[in-house]
Nanobody, 124 residues
């Protein structure tokens, strides 16, 4: 059984930074693309960033480009989301997702495995 556990969420002032981590367990993640999505109250889950297994390719949503960076440490089966210059509109529950694919999917349906989510709140 694949398990994804997010950590690192919290409350931060606008302009601040946070780093989310997602630790994967249950199987080897060789060949898995991993991604971050977020969901604000009353809104649909939206794509934030994705990274291939080799980390050779990444993709970020336009809304976070230049502010957020996705990376991974395969030796630790962990993916990170470094968030800087945070804005109140970044407030959401952030979810880690994974699937065995070479594609950088931007839809939730592209990923089979999901974490429980981590709350990020940005105050103005």
């Amino acid at each position: 059984q694949v398990q994804l556990v997010e950590s690192g969420g919290g409350l931060v002032q606008a302009g601040g930074s946070l780093r989310l981590s997602c630790a994967a367990s249950g199987r080897t993640f060789s060949g898995y693309t991993m991604a971050w999505f977020r969901q604000a109250p009353g809104k649909e889950r939206e794509f934030v960033a994705a990274i291939t297994w080799s980390a050779g390719r990444t993709l970020c949503a336009d809304s976070v480009k230049g502010r957020f960076t996705i990376s991974r440490d395969n030796a630790k089966n962990t993916v990170y989301l470094q968030m800087s210059s945070l804005k109140p509109e970044d407030t959401a529950v952030y979810y880690c997702a994974a699937d065995r694919t070479i594609r950088l999917g931007v839809r939730p349906s592209s990923y089979r495995y999901w974490g429980q989510g981590a709350q990020v709140t940005v105050s103005s």
